[in-house]
C-alpha cells in the first residue's frame, strides 16, 4: 500500500511502515518501523516548519487515478518519487528506495540484491530482540565516493570509505554519526543506540543493537559548505562563542588550592601574558556529586572568581556526572530515579576515588535537579562555564547491555548521553541571561554544537603519533558539523616536563593549537605529586607544573609569541566563530572544503585551513625543520615567515624551525601576513 499524507509519501507492506518527508532545505527525513506507529522522537532533530513537496506517483494504477498523488488514497504495484529542492527520493513497487540530486544523478540507494543475483536477502531489517529490534540498513557503495566526517576516531584515518566504526561513545572516542560524501549529499543516522557502520568496498551498511525504528536524514548540494550547512539547520547552529573562548586557557591536572591557582593566574598577569581562561581541573570538591568546592582547599571562591575577574580571566570549573555512594545526595537521586540503573547486580557504574553511579541525564528530572547544585554552588559565586567531563559516560566497563536510563537501554539511547548532559548546562546558564556561552565536554553526538558544546579529544598520549592523530580528528570533527574542537596542548597522558623530545612535542603541539578553535594547554605531567591528605579533594594528586614558563626559558620564548599571534588573530578568530553561529560553517577546514576543484585536495588530512584564509601544516614528527606542504590550486600563497609569494596547484618543502608552524596566507589576504 502506498499514500500519501501530511505532504509525506507512505509504504506499508505486511508490518513494515516506511516513511519519507521533507525535513529542512533540499532534505528529507526517512523513517521505517515495524511498530503501530512511529515513536515520534527527533532525537539530533530540530522540528522544521512544514514544507510541500512535490509528490508523483507513475504507473498503471495511478494512472487510471489521474496521477492525484496528493490525495490520502491507496495505490499499489506503482513508483512513487518524492522531490524537496535538490533531492529526489524514488519508491520502486517492490519498495527500495533510490535517492538523487535535481540532474537525476544516484546520489545513494539500497543495496540491491537482486541485480546481483543474491535473492532473499533485505535491504533493510528490523529483526526482533527482547521486545524492540536490532536494526541494520544497506547501501549500496560507490568506487569513486570519499566519505568524511562520523566524529572523532583515534585511528588516522580521514577519508573513512572502507572504514569499520564502532557507534558507541568512550574516551578519546567521539560518535557523530554524520557523513559527507563526495557524491554530493550528506547522510545522517538519526539515532543513538549502540551500533556499528561499516563503509565498505561492496556495501555500506549502519547497524543499532536495539532499537524501535530506523530513522535517517539526507540532504543533497552542489558543495561541502552548502551540505554542511542544510545539516546544521536542522540540528541546530552553535552559540556565539564568547569573547574569552577566542585566546588562550591555561589548565593542568590538577590545581590543588585557590592559592595555587591564583598565583598561576597572577604570574601570567605579572608577565603580561595574554589569559583569557584558567581552569579548576576535578577533585576540587569533597565526594562526587556535590557540586561544591572543598572549603578546606578553596576558602573563598567569591574572593577567587572576583580577582580573576580583574585580571581580565574567566573561571572555568570542571563538572562530573557521577555521584558517590557516600554523598549527601545519592539515596535521595536513587530513589527518584535519577541515577543510571544496572539491570542487575548493583548499581555502581564506576570506580575511581569512590563508587558512583552516574546522573540520568536523559531524565528532565535528574538535570534539573542537578543544575540546581551547579547554580547554588557555582552560578551564583559567578561561575558561568564549565568543563563537563566523563561525558561519554565512562563507565568502568563499557558493558553497554548492563545500563539503563530514563530513555531506555543504553543499547537503544546510550549515545545521546552527551548530548543531554550539555543541554542540561546550555539550557541552565540561558535562563540565567547567558547567551553567549561555551562548555568543554569531553564527548558529543549530532546536534551537540547547539548547546555550546566545545568537544576535545579526550585522555590522549602524549606521542608524535598521537599528535598526528588529532589533526586528523579535527577535520573528522568539522565535518561532523562540530566547529568548536580542540586538543591537549602536548597530549594527556605520559608528558614528563624534563624530557627534551617532549618538551619538543610540547612546542610544535602549541603552535598547531594557535590556530585551533580554542587553544587550551593542558596535561598530567610528571613528576606527579602526591595527595595533600586522606580526606576530601586532598586525596586526589596532582601533576608537575605545566605553565608556559615550566619547560625553559627558550621554549618559554616560543609559546609566549604563539599566545600573541593567537591575541592578535582575534578580530579574525571572532568573524570565524560569527560564521559558524550564523552559518555553521567549521572553524578549521579540511582544503575540499574551500577547494573542491582541486583533486589533490580531497586527500590531504595533515595540513588545513584556519577559516578560509590561513592554511596551516603542523609539524609532527620529532627532529624535524623542513616540511612538504601542498598549496591548492586556483590561488597564490603566502609564507608568513618569508614573505614569499608561491601558485598553487603544487607541493613545495618549506623550512620549519622549532620556532616555526607553515603557514600559508591566500594572496589578496596579506594584511594577515603582519600579525606574524
Not at 221 to 243: A, C, Q, W
Not at 614 to 635: D, H, N
Not at 654 to 663: R, T
Request: charged residues 25%; contains cysteine; aromatic residues 14%.
Amino acid at each position: 500500500m502506498l499514500y500519501t499524507e501530511n505532504n509525506s509519501l507512505i509504504r506499508i507492506y505486511e508490518d513494515e511502515t516506511l516513511q519519507i518527508e521533507a525535513w529542512g532545505e533540499n532534505s528529507l527525513r526517512v523513517r521505517v518501523t515495524r511498530l503501530e506507529r512511529f515513536t515520534g522522537e527527533d532525537w539530533a532533530l530540530i522540528p522544521q516548519e512544514e514544507l510541500v513537496p512535490e509528490i508523483q506517483i507513475a504507473g498503471k494504477k495511478a494512472a487510471e487515478k489521474g496521477f492525484q498523488a496528493n490525495a490520502a488514497e491507496t495505490i499499489s504495484d506503482d513508483t512513487a518519487v518524492l522531490i524537496n529542492g535538490k533531492v529526489k527520493a524514488i519508491v520502486r513497487a517492490d519498495g527500495k528506495l533510490t535517492f538523487e540530486n535535481s540532474e537525476g544523478k544516484e546520489l545513494l540507494a539500497e543495496y540491491d540484491y537482486e541485480n546481483i543475483w543474491v535473492p532473499g536477502i533485505r535491504s533493510r531489517e528490523l529483526k526482533s530482540r527482547s521486545g524492540d529490534f536490532a536494526a541494520s540498513y544497506k547501501f549500496m557503495a560507490y568506487e569513486d565516493e570519499k566519505l568524511y566526517g562520523m566524529g572523532q576516531y583515534q585511528n588516522g584515518i580521514f577519508n573513512v570509505k572502507g572504514a569499520a566504526l564502532e557507534l558507541a561513545q568512550r574516551n578519546t572516542q567521539i560518535t557523530v554519526p554524520f557523513v559527507y560524501s563526495s557524491r554530493g549529499y550528506g547522510f545522517l543516522w538519526n539515532n543513538p543506540a549502540i551500533g556499528r557502520v561499516t563503509f565498505g568496498t561492496n556495501l555500506t551498511e549502519w547497524e543499532a543493537g536495539n532499537t524501535k525504528e530506523m530513522d535517517f536524514w539526507i540532504t543533497a548540494g552542489d558543495s561541502p559548505r552548502e551540505i554542511l550547512s542544510r545539516y546544521m539547520e536542522v540540528t541546530g547552529l552553535p552559540p556565539m562563542m564568547p569573547e574569552y573562548g577566542m585566546g588562550f586557557w591555561q589548565c593542568k591536572l590538577r590545581y590543588q588550592t585557590q592559592e595555587e591557582l591564583l598565583t598561576v593566574a597572577r604570574e601570567y598577569h605579572r608577565r603580561g601574558l595574554p589569559l583569557n581562561a584558567i581552569v579548576i581541573d576535578f577533585f576540587h570538591w569533597t565526594l562526587e556529586g556535590t557540586w561544591d568546592f572543598d572549603k578546606q582547599y578553596w576558602p573563598d571562591p567569591e574572593g577567587m572568581v572576583r580577582e580573576l575577574k580583574e585580571m581580565g580571566i574567566e573561571l572555568i570549573v570542571s563538572i562530573w556526572p557521577t555521584v558517590a555512594v557516600n554523598a549527601p545526595f545519592y539515596q535521595e537521586m536513587k530513589e527518584r530515579g535519577e541515577l543510571v540503573r544496572t539491570e542487575g547486580g548493583v548499581n555502581i557504574n564506576m570506580l575511581m576515588i569512590d563508587p558512583t553511579s552516574f546522573v540520568d541525564v536523559t531524565n528532565p528530572r535528574a538535570r534539573d535537579f542537578m543544575w540546581a547544585q551547579i547554580k547554588k554552588n557555582y552560578v551564583d559565586r559567578g561561575i558561568k562555564a564549565f568543563w563537563l567531563d566523563v561525558a561519554e559516560p565512562e563507565y568502568t566497563r563499557h558493558d553497554m547491555e548492563c545500563y539503563r536510563y530514563y530513555k531506555g537501554s543504553s543499547l537503544e539511547v546510550g549515545n545521546i548521553y552527551p548530548f543531554q548532559y550539555s543541554r542540561m548546562v546550555y539550557e541552565g546558564l540561558l535562563k540565567e541571561g547567558e547567551e553567549k556561552q561555551v562548555s568543554l565536554v569531553r564527548s558529543a553526538w549530532a546536534g551537540s554544537q547547539r548547546y555550546g558544546a566545545l568537544a576535545w579529544s579526550g585522555d590522549i598520549l602524549s606521542t608524535f603519533a598521537t599528535f598526528q592523530k588529532q589533526v586528523v580528528c579535527g577535520l573528522q570533527m568539522a565535518m561532523s558539523g562540530i566547529p568548536w574542537w580542540n586538543t591537549d596542548i602536548g597530549g594527556f597522558h605520559g608528558g614528563d616536563v624534563n624530557d627534551p623530545e617532549f618538551q619538543e612535542l610540547l612546542i610544535r603541539w602549541f603552535e598547531y593549537a594557535a590556530f585551533c578553535p580554542v587553544m587550551r594547554l593542558h596535561g598530567d605531567r610528571s613528576p606527579h605529586k602526591p595527595p595533600m591528605s586522606t580526606e576530601g579533594g586532598g586525596r586526589c594528586g596532582s601533576g608537575a607544573d605545566n605553565e608556559v614558563w615550566s619547560y625553559g626559558e627558550e621554549n618559554y620564548e616560543i609559546m609566549k609569541h604563539y599566545i600573541e599571534i593567537r591575541e592578535k588573530l582575534r578580530p579574525y578568530t571572532r568573524r570565524l566563530m560569527e560564521e559558524s553561529h550564523e552559518s555553521g560553517a567549521p572553524v578549521i577546514r579540511p582544503l575540499f572544503y574551500e577547494f573542491a576543484e582541486d583533486k589533490n585536495a580531497w586527500d590531504i588530512s595533515n595540513e588545513y585551513l584556519y577559516g578560509s584564509d590561513l592554511l596551516v601544516a603542523p609539524v609532527t614528527e620529532y627532529g624535524k625543520r623542513e616540511w612538504k606542504v601542498y598549496l591548492p590550486s586556483g590561488e597564490n600563497w603566502v609564507n608568513v615567515w618569508t614573505k614569499e609569494k608561491i601558485s598553487g596547484g603544487q607541493w613545495i618543502i618549506c623550512d620549519a624551525p622549532l620556532e616555526q608552524i607553515p603557514v600559508f596566507v591566500r594572496s589578496g589576504k596579506e594584511a594577515l601576513v603582519k600579525l606574524f
